[in-house]
């Protein structure tokens, strides 16, 4: 790859920042806020329990020296860090409409860099490639969301069989409470659901679940190849046939169901998201939905 190619990728990188901040400024009218990690996480000191406190908060340990009840208060985190895990396997190279799903999860990786930004802020990221998984460090400047953009633009999503989600999830550090953003197909092995369920349990994780029309419906063509991009295997579909349609379509809302449910019960947000769709329509309900059951839960004592 020559240095020009770079500073294309770089420039468009930027661009595609910039024009996805302005339309998420333009339209989410400061519901940015839905995607903070909430009061905080940090531990500060153990406090007598009062009526009303969220026994999740107790204190065992103080409890079992004192023989008093204690919940232990937390400082506000005022600074968030968010990971990206980004699928960029072979599959993410499938676009029938209007984009590659790649270019799609590139794009809501620009939408909740923009959402997540503020100062002292930071960003980083785990990609998850045909080769392997590579992991960025968390970057604090003004130029980390362009920057972290280039280097996924730069990845080709090729053909191969590469690791599953869940070794790119297990390269997630666990330490501060944070944001964390899967943008993957949720293709392949259920490999990545026990760490997911981990990483709720310390951090706000959403799942960006990307797909394409045609991994859901079955154009009617007559014979149709179909090549999977990381195993090789061809196989010839009969797509004149309405029952192989309907089939078809039947296991493929089965499958995008069970992934939904499989975030669910990790404990993650799942947010569904089409190549042929309105990403920042989808977005946006997604992060009013957000606030409205937060707002119910702690109107619950939650």
Do not use: C, N
């Not at 990188?13 to 901040?21: F, G, I, N």
């Not at 995607?35 to 500060?44: E, F, H, L, Y």
């Not at 990609?127 to 996924?152: E, N, Y």
């Not at 730069?154 to 997630?172: D, I, M, N, S, Y």
């Amino acid at each position: 790859m020559t240095a020009g190619s770079l500073l294309t990728k770089g420039a468009r990188a930027k661009r595609l920042y910039l024009e996805v901040s302005h339309k998420v400024d333009g339209y989410l009218h400061g519901e940015h806020l839905g995607i903070q990690v909430g009061p905080g996480g940090d531990p500060a000191e153990a406090r007598v329990y009062e009526p009303g406190d969220d026994v999740r908060r107790m204190d065992w340990a103080v409890l079992a020296r004192t023989g008093e009840p204690h919940v232990r208060t937390t400082t506000a985190q005022r600074e968030l860090d968010t990971t990206f895990v980004v699928d960029l396997t072979p599959s993410m190279g499938l676009g029938t409409r209007r984009q590659l799903k790649k270019e799609l999860a590139l794009t809501v990786v620009a939408a909740f860099s923009h959402l997540a930004s503020g100062p002292g802020d930071r960003i980083g990221a785990v990609l998850l490639t045909r080769d392997g998984v590579r992991r960025l460090p968390s970057r604090s400047t003004a130029s980390a969301a362009p920057h972290l953009l280039s280097v996924l633009d730069r990845v080709a999503v090729g053909e191969g069989q590469g690791p599953g989600l869940g070794e790119a999830l297990h390269a997630v550090p666990l330490p501060r409470r944070g944001l964390v953003v899967v943008v993957s197909d949720l293709l392949g092995p259920r490999d990545w659901q026990k760490r997911m369920q981990l990483l709720a349990q310390r951090h706000d994780v959403v799942a960006a679940h990307v797909s394409d029309p045609v991994e859901l419906t079955l154009p009617a063509v007559g014979l149709l190849r179909v090549r999977d991009p990381e195993t090789g295997r061809a196989v010839d579909v009969p797509t004149g046939s309405r029952a192989v349609r309907e089939a078809y379509a039947q296991a493929a809302a089965a499958r995008q169901a069970s992934a939904a449910a499989a975030v669910r019960a990790a404990g993650a947000s799942h947010l569904p998201l089409s190549t042929d769709g309105d990403w920042l329509r989808d977005i946006s309900r997604f992060l009013t939905l957000r606030r409205r059951v937060r707002a119910a839960r702690r109107v619950a004592g939650r």
